[in-house]
């Protein structure tokens, strides 16, 4: 059973070069520890990925997927959901959501829903979420707030 898990953080740009630095899928690498290939299987006509490939490397986390992407018409709204089961995982959904302030600033809230293909105890699945969550979220804070304005 997948339970879902949202956190949020507060992000010193504008909501648009959050949704900049999402939506460039190449350069996860850069700033994602545990990606190690990110890939954009498919666009849509605007040039935005409709299905993305990750490989990661947690340590004691590998795992192969593909995610398809939608996205809110103003990228205030970025989901995905994987499209086949990979190694560990049967389902997957997410989003991130932008609410930009006006001042500079804007809350990025990210919810997570997972199904793994093997068994967890609820007190170890629930620090695994916690661990992804914040380390996503904070991983995505630093590489925003390090790009040049």
């Known amino acids: 059973m997948a339970d879902t898990s949202t956190q949020s953080i507060l992000i010193a740009a504008p909501g648009s070069r959050v949704a ?3 939506c460039d899928f190449a350069r996860y690498p850069e ?3 545990a990606a190690k290939t990110v890939e954009v ?3 849509y006509e605007d040039g935005y990925a409709s299905q993305v490939r990750f490989v990661l490397d947690a340590g004691l986390i590998q795992d192969e997927y593909l995610l398809g992407y939608e996205y809110a018409g103003d990228l205030s709204r970025i989901q995905w959901h994987l499209v086949k089961r990979s190694k560990i995982q049967k389902m997957q959904t997410g989003s991130y959501d932008i609410e930009d302030h006006g001042d500079g600033t804007c809350t990025v809230t990210y919810t997570l829903e997972v199904a ?3 068994g967890m105890l609820g007190m ?3 620090k ?3 661990m992804i969550m914040d380390t996503a979220l904070l991983e ?3 590489r925003v707030e390090s790009m040049d304005t």
Do not use: N, T
């Open 128 to 130: 695994a979420e916690k």
């Open 31 to 33: 700033w994602v520890s």
């Open 140 to 142: 995505l804070k630093r």
């Open 41 to 43: 299987i498919e666009e």
């Open 116 to 118: 793994l293909l093997i």
């Open 20 to 22: 900049e630095v999402i």
């Open 124 to 126: 170890f699945k629930r």
